[in-house]
Every structure is written in C-alpha cells, then in structure tokens.
C-alpha cells in the first residue's frame, strides 16, 4: 500500500489491542447512509516510475521559451544552492515552529529573513511573510484602516497592478472599506500630485504607492509621499524588493517615509512556477507593529540565557484571540521565505546591486534596439527599472502570437487590463537575458513588424 | 551565530551574480538608493553550511515521529518534489499563454475534478493559498449568495467553540457577528444550542467534521437540516478530511462549501509554515460565485476561466492563480495513491488513532471521550496530573521533544483543561507507534518521581526552555550590527 507501512499481523495486533474486530468497526460511529459509494473521478493508483513518465511528458509538452514577460513575476537566476537546502527534509517536512526548542532551524533562519527584509525596504520591522504581493496590499490597507481609527477609505493610483486591485477590492469590501482610484499621467505615465488634490479633499486612511508601477516607470515617490502625509494619511507602499538594491527604499521616502512597505517576494529566488508559491513580504514603522498581522519572530534568551527564537507578539492572531485577530492568517510562505532568505545571503548586497543594475541594464538595451524598429516607441516618458511599456504599429495580440511561434514570449498585452491601451505591449528584461537574446527578439520583432508599414 | 555574524566586508560570490557591473543606467539621482544594504558578506560554502547547519536545528517529518493533532503531519513523497520541481514547470510564467500550458493545466483540471469527486461537490477553485484563505473565501462566497438574493438580514456566523481560531477571525473578516455554540459532554455539537442559536439572521455555520474534539459529530444530518430550513448555509472546514477521506463526502453531509488543505489530506509539505493550498469546493447553488480562475476544458482545450465566464464570481484572490506548485504535488500525490488509496488513507489513520488511543489509555493517560471512537485523533488530558503534580500539558510537550518525538498539539481544543490533541498519520508504523508509547509511559513514571525535572524540560535540545515573556515585552525582531 503506497506510504502506508502496516504488514496483515501489525493490522491484527493493533485490532486486537482496540478490541475491534475489523476496520471498518472503527467507523461505526458515523451513519451508515453517510457513507459513501465509489469514486468515479479518481483514477486507479500508479507507481512511481509511470507518475514520473507522465510528469515529463506534460512538462515536456509545456517546454521552454525565451521570456520577455514581467507584470509582477520576474525571471531571475536562481543559484543551485538555494533550493538544494531549501528542500532538506528538515526545512521542507516541519511545521509552523510552534514548539520552538524544535524549531530553531527555522526560527533563526525566519529571524535572519526579517532582517535582511527590513534593511532591504528600508523599514524598521517585517513580519515572517504572507500569501502574495497580492493579498499582502490587502492586508496592508486592513492594517492602515485599522491604524487610522476614522477613515475607511483607500486611494489606489491605476498604476499599481491590476490584479492587486481587483484582490485589494475583494478582501476589503468584505469590511466596508472604500477604494478609490486615482488616475495616471497619459504621457508619463505616473501618478501626478495633481491628480492627487481632488481626491484629498475628503479624509482617507491610506495612499498605495507603487514603485515601480505596473508599468516599470518609477513614480514620484517624495511628492506623492508627503502629499499623503500632509492629509494625515499612512502610506503604503508597493515595491519589488529587487528594485531597491537600486531604488530608494521606502522607508527613505519624501520626509516621513513610508509607513507600511509590501510586495511580492517572488524574484528573490523563487521560480516562475505558473504563479506560485511566491512569498508576500510586509515590513512597517516599529509603531505600527502590533497592527501586523502574519507571524513575527522574537529573539529571546533561554533559562540559560543562551540567545534563541521564538513567536512573538502571538496576542494579535487567530490562535489566540480568535475573533478579535488582527487578521485570519494561520500561516506564513515558511518554505519560499527559505528559498529568499538563502538566495539574500548568496547574493549579498554587491550580487543583488548587480542583478538589478544588470536588468536595468538590458531593459535599456532592449528599449535601444526596439525603438529602431519602424513604429515602435516607447509609450510613457517616466524612467523604468527593468519593464517598459511600447506602443507598436500593430495589434499586440497577433504580434505575440506570431512571436511565440518562433518561441518567443514577447510579455504583456496592456489592453487586458487597461482598455484604452490599444497595440501597447509591456516587456521585461531582467539579467538573465544575454545579448544575443535581445538582438534575437529585436530581429524577429522587426520581421514581424514589416507588414504593418 | 547569525548568518550576518560570518560576514566580511568584501567576500562575495562571483559565479551568481553578473560578472561585469553594468554599464547603462538613467535612473534619476533622487531615486537612486544611498543607504547600504544589511545583507551578508559570506562565500557560497559559508552559507550552505550555515543553512544546513540550522536545518539540523529543526524537528521535521522526514526525521521525527510528529503526532500534531489537527495538522496531519503524514509522509510528503519525494517524487511529489522531485516531479512539480521540474525545469518546464518551474520555468513558465504564471501569464504565458494557455497553449504554452496545457501539460500543466490538464493536471490543475484533473485535480479539480479529482477533488469534486472525493468532497462531493460541484464544483472546485484551485486558488485559495491556505486553509485560513479557504475558510475567507468559503465565507465570502457564502455573503454572495444571500446578497445575490438580496437576502439582507443575514448577520452571523454560528460557529462550535471547539473551532479553529481561524473560523471566527474568518467570520469577522467578512463582515459576520460570531455566535460562539457549546460542546456536550460527548463532544457533539450542543443540539439545543444549536437550535436556539439559528434564525433569519443566520448566514451560515461553519463546522470540522470530525470535529477538532477527535470524533464524529453523528447529529451532521439533523444539523444540515436546522440550518438550512433557516435559510442559513453549511461550511465544512477540512482540516480534518484526512479522517473520512474515501469513507463520507461532505456534500453529502449537506455541506454547502467546503475548503480542503492540501497540505494535510493531500500531502504537501508544511515547509515549516507554509505554503500550504486550500481548494474550495461548492454546491450547485453556489457554484455562480466560485473565486477565478478555474481551468476549463473544451474541446480538448484547456483553459482558465474569467470574469466573463463567471459573472458572479467572487473575484480573484491572488495576483496569479494561486500556489501552483503545491497543487502539482497533491496532484501527484492523488495519482501515485489512486482510488483505492483514497480509501485507505481514511483506513489507516483511524486505526492508528484508535490504536494508540487505546494503547495511552492502558498506559494510564486519560483520554478526553473514553466512550467515543477516535477520528483520527483524539485528546489526552492531563487535569487530573497537574492537579496532583502540578506538572502541565505543555511540561509534558516538551519533555517528549527530549526523548525524540516532536510534541501533540497543546491547549487546543481551548475547552478541554491540560489537553494533547494526538493525531498519528496513517504512515506511521505500529512500532513507531508502540516506541512512542514507551516514551509516554517513561514520562508518566518521570511526573511521579521526578516532577520538577519535567517542569522544567527541555533538557536534552540545543536550548531549554525559552523566555516567551521577554520576547513580547523586549522585542528584538530585526539583529542589529
């Protein structure tokens, strides 16, 4: 029996000592009309060999293309170490390091996690992690409404990524919370503080400032920072801790800083994978501590006073104060907090300046060698990190697909999630892109493209 | 020793990062970052060791017997990693196209209906990231539908004072007033409670089936029917599926929406906090409001659902379609174990519940419903010792942590005094088993002759016990150099 270990005579042996006479005694506590017939929709077991035959052959069928896509994920190299350790049986199998004697493997390594983390985002406290950059900006606004005390209102300019909004809007509307959104400069496209001021003029909890925006342009992140302040607003910001090896971090923002900073973790180390698992990261402003939710690991002394780890702040969460949590969250991204915290360490602060720099690098490389191509311009002003939007000579969606089949993935149609942007396409380059791969998709492009001069 | 404790300015690692430090840049200065980062300064072999070296610091499924109740801690099969962790998998980016896709969306849809099949229900959203945004998104869904019938009154949640704390946090983040039930003494739901508690005001009760008390609420079908005939709808929490899996179905139990953790039932690691996957399953007549996406399959074709095929839905509740790469491995799971499997999952672990259940009881522990059967797990409660001894629950923990098995669940259920909730998976052996018996019986000769060397266990881990207190009070949650 796959991963059951019990020979006939542990079976009877164990009966015997329950006083049972079969198994199937043992659910004579549930009514016998409950129990269910066969199942139809499983298929019969397989061994391992033909589970692994068909794995392949479906991974195999799904191959490998040269990718230009960011929008939130991003291809970075991932060093062999990184995973090799982080799926020890020791890291991969345990649990939620309640008892920490046991668990100081994770809890130091948790405790290590937060403070690359915070240095990172330049804040003064992060939490061991949540879902996704997604739900950790809904998280955040929770967070600020609950800080605030008298607004439940939440600007949320359209440059921040389409799909945190519509995660952002599902999770809060649940509490009557509001969400309003802010336009964005046509040209630049940047959130304005001009925009800002009408939106201003009725209190609201927090302003969400992404950096970069969904569309890879750096926002005016002092201005629109201190404009929120100004308002008694928090801020929120929305970052790719990636970025920041170059970027100011936000907690350097405008005079105040930022008062919560969230994103998705995903490019420090953690694959692709279709989407996930990636790693929300939350850090915040020490004030605003026991607001978090998610777990927050302590370091502490044992009766020996021998320093070591341990949960902390455990009042805030739903294993203790139930209904009166902070939030419902039962768990962190333990295993790609791992991952991240690992990669950190591989790279160091020069590896990671290196890797953004480089991204930066080819983003403009590629900008340089596309903008040649008849009818392909760059389509807001503002200056990018590594993903840039272009306005092309033709429709994006035939573009990309002619480009697949020469097995390309060329990145994002924008009009899936902003309507008015007819033929805009949004490509990444990160540093795992050599120059051989820009020139291939530049020529290509360009062949495409010949039929719509 | 911390990681940042072996660094040294300078030291590097040349093969993972660019070799050349990049030339092009046009970043306005004011964005430019100026502040260094506390990132490590360490070799490549400085931080495998240092990593390993924790890892060893851990207890873990893969080196210790781990009886956690309510948590499933089974055997998570290698082939499961080696087999979601492959380069094509790891590769493809969550918004390449469905064509580039269908390998691994044809086994996100077998999974979907594997699900249906084995909860019962009509239909299923890979996209919930854990169990407690299961439990949102099972709620929310459960608003939507009264809202959609414009059905307003519909306040409360009712839910068993045995439940998860995640329930009521839950409850309270979709808007709901939490009406707390009793427990009688059997550990069934309190009938009485239950029928004074419901009304027009009733939205929904949320309900672990076995219950987190370690047995089988035998009432379910009388309980389906208070709350429904008030319109009000029934949540299942599946934590505890592993205990009827192959044997009941929830949907029929009347369960209207369901969240299964794939991290229990379906063996995916618990990667020491995470990431876990909690499928939600509906019935028919919420299957309008189910979160996106959801894979399709038409005409050969498979492909994601959207907004515009689901008007209704919810929404979407993660920036991709959720944790992918623990949907593979339960995946896998499901095919390596099959149909018959299935079955025997449910099988084995109530055995091995019952039997050690019988085994303590022998051995002198007290078992919380003697009466009752073991789910597949049941509770030991230590009242009477501490009152005679003063040695606790939680002494007892960690005195086991000592002895090599990492600790029962402690203080949970809350209304059972000085409790361990045991739950031995159905891929322990007996004699795993039996040796962790011995060692319960060595503490129990220990608490008589020994009392204060159990209070103040551990005494044979890498540190003893830790100060909580100090922690919360003086918080050290970033090092500083």
Known sequence: MPFIPHTEEDVVEMLASIGAGSIEELFDEIPSDLKTGALTHVPPGMGEMEISRLMHERAQKDGFYLNFIGAGAYEHHIPAAVWQITTRGEFYSSYTPYQAEASQGTLQLLYEYQTMMASLIGMDVSNASLYDGATALAEAALMAVRQHKTSRRILVPRTVHPVYRKVLRAIVSNQDIEVVEIPFCPESGQVLPEHLEQFGKEEFAALVVPQPNFFGILEQVDAITDWAHDKHSLVIAVVNPMALAMLTPPGEWGTQGADIAVGEGQPLGIPLSSGGPYFGFMTCKHELVRQMPGRIIGRTVDLDNKPGFVLTLQAREQHIRRSKATSNICTNQGLMVTAATIYMSLLGPEGLRRVAAQSHANMLQLVELLEKLPGVKRTYSGPSFHEVALTLPGPVSDILQALKEQHILGGLNLQEHYPELNNTLMVCATETKTADDLNKYSKILGQILKKYQ | ?481
């Open chain 2, 1 to 481: 020793m911390l990681i940042f404790e072996h660094s040294r300015p300078g030291r590097r690692n040349y093969s993972q990062a660019p070799a050349t430090k990049a030339e092009k840049q046009n970043i306005p200065q004011n964005l430019l970052r100026k502040t260094p980062m506390l990132l490590p300064e360490v070799s490549e072999m400085d931080a495998v060791r240092h990593y390993t070296r924790l890892s060893q610091k851990n207890f873990s499924i893969d080196t210790e017997f781990y009886p956690l109740g309510s948590c499933t801690m089974k055997y998570n099969p290698r082939a499961c990693n080696a087999l979601a962790m492959l380069p094509q998998f790891l590769a493809r980016h969550p918004s390449a196209p469905e064509d580039t896709g269908q390998g691994f969306l044809a086994c996100m849809y077998e999974l979907q209906e594997i699900l249906k099949d084995v909860t019962g229900m009509a239909g299923v959203s890979l996209t919930p990231m854990a169990g407690a945004q299961g439990e949102l998104i099972g709620v929310m869904m459960i608003r939507a539908y009264h809202e959609a019938r414009n059905d307003k009154g519909r306040t409360e949640i009712i839910i068993p004072d045995a439940a998860h704390g995640t329930n009521p946090a839950t409850a309270v983040m979709c808007g709901y007033k939490v009406v707390e039930i009793s427990t009688d003494k059997e550990g069934n739901v309190d009938m009485a409670a239950l029928k004074a508690a419901v009304g027009p005001q009733t939205a929904g009760l949320m309900l672990t089936n076995p219950s987190t008390l370690g047995v089988f609420e035998k009432n379910i079908s009388e309980m389906s029917r208070i709350v429904h005939e008030v319109g009000g709808l029934l949540y299942y929490d599946g934590a505890n599926l592993n205990a009827v899996l192959g044997k009941v179905k929830p949907g029929d139990m009347g369960f209207d929406v369901i969240h299964i953790n794939l991290h229990k039932t379906f063996s995916t690691p618990h990667g020491g906090g995470g990431p876990g996957a909690a499928p939600v399953g509906v019935a028919e007549r919420l299957l309008p409001f189910l979160p996106i996406p959801i894979v399709a399959h038409e005409k050969g074709v498979y492909r994601w659902l959207t907004e515009k095929d689901v008007p209704q839905t919810i929404g979407r509740l993660s920036a991709h379609m959720g944790n992918a790469g623990v949907l593979l491995r339960a995946y896998i799971y499901v095919r390596l174990l099959g149909a018959e499997g299935m079955h025997r999952v449910s099988k084995y672990a109530t055995l091995n519940a019952n039997y050690l259940m019988a085994e303590l009881s022998k051995a002198g522990f007290e078992i919380a419903f003697p009466t009752r059967r073991a789910s597949h797990e049941f509770i030991v409660t230590l009242k009477d010792i501490k009152e005679e001894t003063g040695v606790t629950a939680m002494n007892l923990a960690k005195r086991l942590l000592d002895k090599g098995y990492h600790a029962p669940t402690t203080y949970f259920p809350i209304l059972i005094p000085e409790c361990l909730l045991i739950e031995p998976a159905e891929t322990e052996s007996k004699q795993t088993l039996d040796a962790f018996v011995a060692a319960m019986k060595e503490i129990l000769v220990e608490i008589q002759n020994q009392p204060e060397m159990v209070k103040s266990a551990p005494h044979d881990m890498p540190l003893r016990k830790l100060d909580d207190v100090k922690a919360a009070r003086e918080l050290d949650l970033t090092w500083k150099p």
